[in-house]
């Protein structure tokens, strides 16, 4: 009790506003506005947003300031104090006033005498809101110290997934009149394929896309995903409770049809996404706009060191202007990798294959399936075999296979002598990067353990129980474990990063909890507060790193719990169905008067579209940037707080750099939008908006007064007009009027005597 009681007074002491607080002569405070100004220490933000959790303004003049509720004692001082700090008073509710104060003026607000009680805005967090605030969207969307605001218009946002709803009124503008789909592929389906392409079916126009409704009516993971990304929120409960983070981008979907069987998981496959990738990309390119891919998806096949034909081939695919998002995995608290660096003298590694039942698991079920792919070091072979255990007693054995070529196709009796236990081992000396592989694929019809023994002399070995792979529905998920013996080894939940994301050029996208409770559509509250608190992380977001020791996942976003649209084809959703926990609202359209739904999305399938709307938002405002830039700026501005701890300069396995932080981002892809060297000064040059229809602005910082050249091109090199620009040392700002320029596609070039700078630009 001692400890604690010295505890809370160290707390009391360090607070910069206790002596205030004993003074009678000036406000109360209310506790977010102590926590604010401990926050700050005093030290005001030199104007700008800085304090995440407070109600910021910004004024006609461009001042930036707090919003706050005060009681007032004495009116006349009260107002000459307000005035000499330039605070603004809205509405005067008797003695209760609004006021907008600068946020350079903070401190001294709290000071003035003739005020009684100051309570600094404290907001209320809808849903979605929850997700933009703690990423700061919030902050882009009303263009707070930006060129302007930022909505993702003129940037694609692909999303490859399943059980998209094409009517759903998320998917048009903020409105409901203007429809954003522009295509959808749908792959494992017949039709008419796209240009380039051998099968599936595309859907170019409205007609077609609000006629067929959906891709598959059984699924809602798609809807939920680009709701997130980009949905407007047209037909939720408030015009922003459910609106997504680009939400006037364009969208694209690719369609990977997936029904509730287990063979149907096969045919969502790696070159799938590879094709989907490819086809958002090049309707991008078609319509001259960036384009940012989402891809909640993930597995664990493969060496996870960025090497697989499929990290390669999005490597290839991306480029300045075309950005993949994927999710990094909801393993984070699955035992399912296992290591091990073997010697002379340790040479031997057990480990059971614990397979528990999940939520879909049929009573009786023995589709017990799973299987371990063991990858180790160059040149350095190990070899693996398979036993069963009854109750701890030893049974049957497999032999011992190596890492050479080929397939060894076994069974083993179980010790009842009436089940059996299916195993392939499927070996490699050599894979595409050079590491012996060992993939044994087991499926356990008996009620006896599964023991996993890896041998070897020499060489580290990384292990994954890949246990999703053979279906979603009746299955049970596989484990590493003890299985009760001393002598064996438990898995671990390290590198449990999706190995499909682990390419150079992917933003690996974790998850946290940005809000944990809400009220489903029957009124009834539903909490994961005991699961998590607000803040940290979740759970279940897989960690890092990479076999290759890279740090992973690269940034961590919302994905507890977010609200969003859903499939109005999926009957699970609806406030009768299986899943109407989930659903938040429903909205009658008023033209067709179907019902539509949204509802609660959680997992990193939700974080990943939060980054890549923010992405496509940095896209808007810089348009060739390349993936190196994106994810290097995501790093850069990360956000670090209480919950995440101290993150070194490399990041951590957890966390990545931090919490994803828009505004800052933004900020930033803005600043480089024209960032160059003179003479190895670096200058920055804004060109916004763009696209325009009447005028640029150009802004410029630079070192000294000189006379530049403002010349505007189009697309052939052409110069359509130019004029001379005297700027002066600091921040410069130039209207171009294109006013008479046919729409399309130009480029601004600013030039002074020692280099110069291309930014492209579109004309509408």
């Not at 008073?89 to 009684?116: C, E, F, K």
């Amino acid at each position: 009790m001692k400890k604690l009681y010295l505890l809370l007074v160290t707390a009391w002491l360090t607070n910069p506003v206790t002596a205030q607080d004993l003074n009678p002569n000036t406000p109360g405070l209310s506790p977010h506005t102590r926590k604010y100004l401990y926050e700050t220490g005093k030290e005001q933000p030199a104007g700008e947003i800085q304090r995440e959790g407070y109600i910021y303004k910004r004024l006609p003049d461009g001042r930036v300031t707090i919003a706050s509720l005060a009681k007032i004692g004495n009116v006349s001082a009260a107002q000459e104090a307000l005035d000499q700090i330039g605070a603004v008073v809205g509405t005067r509710a008797g003695n209760i006033w609004t006021i907008l104060v600068p946020v350079d003026q903070v401190v001294a607000y709290t000071r003035i005498p003739g005020i009684s009680y100051i309570q600094l805005d404290e907001p209320v967090f809808p849903y979605m809101d929850a997700a933009r605030r703690t990423t700061r969207t919030d902050s882009v969307h009303m263009g707070y110290d930006l060129p302007q605001a930022f909505t993702g218009k003129d940037v694609v946002m692909g999303v490859i997934d399943f059980g998209f709803d094409y009517n759903h009124p998320t998917f048009f503008d903020t409105l409901g009149n203007e429809y954003r789909i522009k295509r959808s592929w749908e792959l494992n389906t017949t039709g008419t394929p796209p240009a380039g392409f051998a099968y599936g079916h595309e859907l170019t126009d409205a007609a077609s896309l609000q006629a067929q409704g959906t891709d598959n009516n059984v699924q809602t993971h798609g809807t939920g995903v680009a709701g997130i990304a980009a949905g407007s929120g047209y037909g939720g409960t408030t015009a922003t409770r459910c609106r997504g983070v680009a939400y006037e981008s364009e969208l694209v979907f690719v369609g990977v049809r997936r029904e509730l069987i287990a063979e149907q998981w096969r045919q969502g496959g790696f070159s799938d996404f590879v094709d989907g990738i490819n086809y958002i990309f090049n309707y991008a390119d078609a319509v001259e706009k960036p384009a940012v891919v989402n891809i909640s998806w993930g597995s664990h096949s493969g060496p996870h060191d960025g090497s697989t034909l499929f990290n390669e081939a999005c490597d290839s695919l991306s480029d300045a202007g075309k950005i993949i998002i994927m999710s990094a995995g909801n393993d984070g608290t699955d035992s399912i990798h296992l290591q091990k660096t073997f010697t002379a003298t340790d040479t031997v590694v057990h480990t059971f294959l614990k397979f528990i039942p999940t939520a879909t698991t049929s009573p009786g079920n023995d589709y017990k399936r799973t299987w371990v792919d063991i990858w180790g070091e160059p040149g350095k072979a190990f070899c693996a075999s398979l036993s069963l255990y009854d109750n701890g007693v030893a049974g049957n054995h497999t032999d011992v296979l190596c890492t050479v070529d080929g397939i060894k196709d076994t069974f083993l009796i179980s010790a009842n002598g009436l089940d059996t236990c299916f195993i392939e081992f499927i070996g490699s000396p050599s894979e595409f990067n050079g590491k012996p592989r060992l993939t044994v694929v087991v499926h356990n019809k008996t009620d006896d353990d599964a023991c996993v023994s890896v041998t070897g002399t020499d060489g580290l070995v990384h292990m994954w129980n890949e246990y999703y792979f053979y279906g979603y529905i009746d299955r049970y998920s596989s484990i590493f474990s003890k299985g009760g013996q001393s002598w064996a080894t438990s898995g671990d939940n390290t590198h449990t990063v999706s190995d499909m994301g682990s390419a150079g050029s992917v933003l690996l996208v974790g998850a946290y909890a940005s809000k944990t409770g809400y009220r489903d559509v029957n009124n009834f509250p539903r909490s994961y507060s005991g699961y998590v608190t607000v803040g940290n992380i979740a759970p279940f977001s897989s960690r890092g790193p990479m076999a290759d020791g890279r740090i992973k996942p690269d940034i961590a976003a919302p994905g507890l719990t977010l609200a969003t649209a859903v499939n109005s084809h999926d009957l699970a959703y609806t406030p009768t169905g299986s899943s109407n926990s989930n659903v938040i609202s429903e909205f009658t359209h008023p033209v067709s008067g179907k019902k539509y739904y949204f509802g609660e999305f959680i997992g990193t399938s939700a974080s990943a579209p939060v980054a890549s709307g923010i992405v496509a938002l940095m896209l808007q405002a810089n348009p060739r940037l390349t993936p190196e830039e994106v994810i290097g700026i995501i790093k850069e501005t990360a956000i670090t707080d209480a919950n995440t701890g101290t993150i070194p300069a490399t990041g951590n396995n957890t966390w990545g750099h931090g919490k994803i932080n828009a505004y800052a981002a933004v900020k930033r892809a803005a600043q480089q939008n024209g960032v160059y060297t003179f003479s190895g000064e670096k200058l920055d040059c804004v060109l916004y908006p763009n696209p325009a229809s009447g005028f640029f602005t150009i802004e410029y910082t630079g070192h000294r007064a000189e006379q530049l050249q403002l010349i505007i091109q189009d697309i052939t090199g052409r110069v359509v007009t130019g004029t001379s620009w005297q700027v002066h040392p600091g921040m410069n700002r130039e209207q171009v009027d294109v006013s008479s320029l046919p729409a399309g596609t130009y480029i601004a070039r600013i030039a002074s005597k020692s280099g110069s700078v291309h930014i492209k630009m579109s004309v509408e």
